[in-house]
């Protein structure tokens, strides 16, 4: 039998004794942002999210689902938000749900192509990444954005090809404004 875990709807923080934690820092960021100037002048502990996942069955391993809540800080380097580094799925056609609980944020989404456009995620959204689509979020908001993600376990994460190539837009915060700006 799998463990029993549970998950309070108004943060969307999961108990339980086998939820594994992942912290990413401003210093986890190197190159993901634009102004990687801007980033080097922010203290490289600060916590810019946080991932819990609960992972019944072995990652990578057929016919599983991984369950999990991300919790973006607010914040922004130079003129972009705080943000997840974001992935395709090294499997590219596995799918995902995002869920949002808290917060107000943006949830950017990648095709092949890299043809860019963003979904606002609020509390309630419900946002389905299709296969073939690299997936990040920025929060746009003043408090922490949360929201939940179930994915399969052998979708995997392929970070080199937004670490190499990006997305083809960022989003980013002009006069007071979540812009999506296309990049060169
Ligand atoms: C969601 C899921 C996870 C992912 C996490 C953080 O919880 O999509 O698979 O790891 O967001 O996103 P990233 O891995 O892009 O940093
Ligand atoms: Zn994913």
Redesign the pocket.
Known sequence: MTDHIGISFSTGEIMGSSIRETL?TIGDMKDYYRDEGARRNLDPEKVV?R?Q?FMPVAEGEQGGL?F???FVEPGVVGDEYFM????FHGNRNRS?YYLTVQGAGALILMDENRRTVFEPMRPGSVHYIPFNTA??VANTGDSVLAFL?C?PSDAG?DYGTIASQGFGARLRKIKGVATLVEEP
Request: avoid cysteine; charged fraction near 20%.
């Open positions: 990413r999210y991932v996942a991984f999990g809540t991300t997840t580094k974001g992935h995902e997936h990040r993600a994915w994460h």
